[in-house]
T-cell receptor, first 111, second 113 residues
Framework: SQQGEEDPQALSIQEGENATMNCSYK?????LQWYRQNSGRGLVHLIL?????REKHSGRLRVTLDTSKKSSSLLITASRAADTASYFC???????????FGKGTMLLVSP | GAGVSQTPSNKVTEKGKYVELRCDPI?????LYWYRQSLGQGPEFLIY????????DSGLPNDRFFAVRPEGSVSTLKIQRTERGDSAVYLC???????????FGQGTRLTVV
């Protein structure tokens, strides 16, 4: 089963624009993580936000978490063609360490 | 090694055959995860190890699938009597304690013909 649901399923923007992806989940979480995947192979961990945090930054990435709405957003600022990839949110549920992924958002950044 | 290593990178097998997929996690990582991913889908959880024991195997689809991690490092995912529906990319990941970010291998693409 998959915990998170990303929105939109696909996003197409121009270089320099900002990209926002959203994730909703169902159960109480310990933390929420965002990953990037190129070409359908290995995933790369981008950022982790814990349930007691509301916002986190890492370079051009900004993640927010709203536990009352069970949702998170990932903002990529000043996007580049190299940001083209699929992005997944994943949750670690309270009391467990299993990492459960959503279906992902496919981001296309055109030069 | 520096990262999570999965072998083989590609495996083609005939329906009904037995396959083993290997994962070498990052040294010192106690948590190890197996996922499988079909085209256009997110990684589907299979099993999670904490040390040598399976802490959560609720994602294994049926009793044809089994995984071991006898010494708390290398893990093997075993699939018996393979079916065409088992075709997917099988991903392995490890993390230091199961509470932080996970590091993924490049996956094994399994094709059952």
């Amino acid at each position: 089963s998959q915990q998170g649901e990303e929105d939109p399923q696909a996003l197409s923007i121009q270089e320099g624009e900002n990209a926002t992806m959203n994730c909703s989940y169902k159960t109480s979480i310990n933390n929420l993580q965002w990953y990037r995947q190129n070409s359908g192979r290995g995933l790369v961990h981008l950022i982790l936000i814990r349930s007691n945090e509301r916002e986190k930054h890492s370079g051009r990435l900004r993640v927010t978490l709203d536990t009352s709405k069970k949702s998170s957003s990932l903002l990529i600022t000043a996007s580049r063609a190299a940001d083209t990839a699929s992005y997944f949110c994943a949750t670690v549920n309270s009391g467990y360490s299993t990492l459960t992924f959503g279906k992902g958002t496919m981001l296309l950044v055109s030069p | 090694g520096a990262g999570v290593s999965q072998t083989p990178s590609n495996k083609v097998t005939e329906k009904g055959k037995y396959v083993e997929l290997r994962c070498d996690p990052i040294s010192g990582h106690t948590a190890l995860y197996w996922y499988r991913q079909s085209l256009g889908q997110g990684p589907e959880f299979l099993i999670y190890f904490q040390g040598t024991g399976a802490a959560d195997d609720s994602g294994l689809p049926n009793d044809r699938f089994f995984a071991v991690r006898p010494e708390g490092s290398v893990s093997t995912l075993k699939i018996q009597r393979t079916e065409r529906g088992d075709s997917a990319v099988y991903l392995c990941a490890s993390s230091f304690a199961g509470d932080g970010g996970a590091f993924f291998g490049q996956g094994t693409r399994l094709t059952v013909v």
